[in-house]
């Protein structure tokens, strides 16, 4: 009986887990568990490869308005001084590149003066460092060259010593060879000679007719003639033997060459050490001339911008603020210009102390240099003339769509094209000398820019750290305020320019035109102004990712602009999160 209840209850325990199981995962034998198992294999192979293949964009976000690039601007003083010029006076039409305002700036010259008495008291003593160095280099080298000179001689008479015992070996061996062998015959001769003596001898004694005496005397004549045989025997060791001490003299001889090109190996060595040693200490002066030369550069370039405000577009002055005799304070405005239609320029500065040497310019990959003479500071008219000459030929256009217009110590370079192939000019080396061959400085920058006054963009204000990771050309989605729904239309633009500098809110003002709107921006915090481009198609209306709104863009539209800066697969977002749920 126990045994049939407790069959009963383990099938029906296994009869409720099979029905619940089923309720998970259908049977095998049902129509929906091959069409589940696909669907659910495509899914997890959709999310694997959206994981792993797909890009979640990384942006940063800013607030910005929609602007007119023309308008009222200020101009802001990005150094310290006190007004000792004014160039002008309002309701005039200036140029990009003109000076508004010189300046006595606080410091600079001094610093700038200093920098120079430096350099100059410094080259002396790098070249005086220079001509001992090369003098004591000098010194080692003829004193190496003297030791090799005596080393070659004294290994050309080894040289000649040993040709010389080669060739009297040579023939003191033939001659001692045919010596002993023309003894040896003879001997030989003398010795068959004496043998048929003594047979013949031998004879005559037996036959008595020689008496004792003669028989003894041809004996002894034999003995003599025995012993030399004997001695000749002895003469061919000998004669070996002297071969041999000739050979060793000659082994010796060759031993000492081997010991001179040991040693001359080992001076052409030294003189490579000194050499390299020479040249090691070279470039460690240049090195200090080098830094010498770029901190009296810098502080010249220093004390040329801080002595003057540019104008750094083309426009009507309205308005001046300061006047000779007031200080400036770096941010401050100093005046107003009324927007024109602006273009690209370039302004070539030659410091005003330079007398001679030369540029070189690049655009792209092609490259030409040009030479200051000394007639340099009393014309410019051929300086002018080569200039445009050789930036026509390297933008490969006619010389007469190139003009150059010289502004005292500054030439600004334009290209009368309707384009802006100019900005891509560059000045990739330069140096010039001043009276007292002391370096001076020289420079290219970009004046203007190439734009109507009518163009409308999004200026936006991005944190200084954020900033960091924009480039110009980064593509941006611009969503006016006034465009209220979660995914409402956004324009296409994409990144100008980033201002070189972090913007405070008199930049932004200067950059924007009026302080309320910059207030309306940018609020109290301080940031990098990025200019965006509004896209537009072939028939001049703004490209829109979605549905355009009914309310067209109009000029001081907040905005909130999304700027792409790179992406990242997702899996990299979502792995950091697992890794903190479970820490």
């Known amino acids: ?9 383990l099938l029906q325990r296994k009869q409720n887990q099979e029905s619940q199981l089923s309720l998970l995962i259908p049977l095998r034998n049902e129509s929906v568990f091959w069409p589940f198992l696909f669907s659910s294999s495509f899914f997890l192979f959709a999310l694997t490869a959206w994981l792993f293949l797909s890009e979640l964009p990384i942006e940063v976000e800013a607030t910005g308005m929609v602007l007119p690039l023309g308008g009222v601007r200020e101009i802001n003083a990005f150094s310290e001084g006190v007004v000792t010029s004014r160039q002008g006076d309002p309701q005039r039409v200036i140029e990009a590149g003109d000076i508004l305002l010189e300046l006595s700036p606080l410091g600079a010259d001094e610093n700038f003066l200093q920098a120079r008495r430096s350099y100059l008291e410094n080259k002396k003593a790098l070249v005086h460092r220079q001509l001992n160095a090369t003098a004591s280099q000098n010194r080692t080298l003829d004193t190496i060259a003297l030791q090799i000179s005596n080393i070659e001689r004294s ?35 003398l010795m068959t000679a004496y043998q048929s003596f003594l047979f013949d001898l031998d004879k005559l004694k037996k ?46 001889l060759q031993m000492l060459i081997a010991e001179q090109d040991v040693k001359l190996i080992e001076l052409n060595h030294k003189i490579e050490e000194t050499r390299e040693a020479f040249l090691a200490g070279k470039d460690e002066l240049n090195l200090e001339e080098l830094k010498y030369r770029q901190t009296l550069l810098q502080k010249e370039r220093d004390l040329w911008r801080g002595s003057r405000i540019i104008a750094p577009y083309s426009g009507e002055l309205l308005a001046v603020n300061k006047t000779i005799g007031q200080g400036v304070v770096r941010g401050e405005s100093v005046a107003l210009l009324g927007m024109v239609d602006q273009d690209v320029r370039q302004m070539l500065v030659i410091s005003p102390r330079a007398v001679a040497g030369n540029m070189k310019f690049s655009y792209f990959s092609q490259q030409k240099k040009i030479t200051l003479d000394a007639n340099f500071t009393k014309s410019a008219y051929q300086f002018v003339y080569q200039v445009q000459r050789i930036v026509a030929d390297l933008i490969d ?55 109507k006054t009518s163009e409308l963009v999004n200026i936006a204000l991005v944190a200084s750290d954020q900033a960091k990771r924009i480039t110009p050309g980064n593509g941006v989605l611009v969503k006016p305020d006034y465009v209220k729904t979660l995914a409402g239309a956004q324009l296409k633009a994409s990144v100008r320019q980033l201002s070189k500098l972090i913007t405070t809110s008199i930049e932004a003002e200067a950059l924007i035109g009026t302080s309320e709107l910059a207030q309306k921006i940018a609020g109290e915090q301080s940031g990098v102004a990025v200019i965006i481009d509004l896209k537009k198609d072939e028939n001049g209306r703004y490209q829109w ?37 479970f820490e």
């Open 1 to 9: 009986m126990s045994r049939l209840f407790r069959k009963s209850f």
């Open 397 to 451: 256009v006619e010389p007469n769509l190139i003009s150059v217009k010289q502004k005292g110590d500054r030439f600004v370079i334009s290209l009368n094209d309707g384009s802006d192939r100019i900005k891509y000019l560059k000045l990739v080396d330069f140096d010039l000398l001043d009276i007292e061959k002391a370096p001076v400085f020289s420079s290219l920058q970009i004046i203007g820019d190439q734009w």
């Open 545 to 581: 990712d979605g549905k355009p709104p009914d309310i067209p863009l109009a000029i001081g539209s907040t905005t909130k602009s999304k700027i792409r800066v790179g992406s990242v697969p997702p899996i990299e977002v979502i792995l950091p999160l697992i890794t903190r749920y």
């Open 207 to 252: 036959s008595n007719l020689v008496n004792q005496q003669e028989y003894l005397d041809g004996l002894q004549q034999h003995s003599v003639t025995l012993q030399s045989f004997s001695e000749l025997s002895l003469r061919s060791p000998r004669s070996s033997l002297d071969r041999q001490r000739l050979k060793k003299d000659i082994y010796d």
């Open 155 to 189: 290994k050309k008479s080894l040289a000649d010593l040993k040709d010389t015992l080669i060739a009297a070996a040579d023939v003191f061996s033939k001659r001692q060879k045919q010596s002993l062998a023309d003894q040896g015959k003879v001997l030989n001769k």
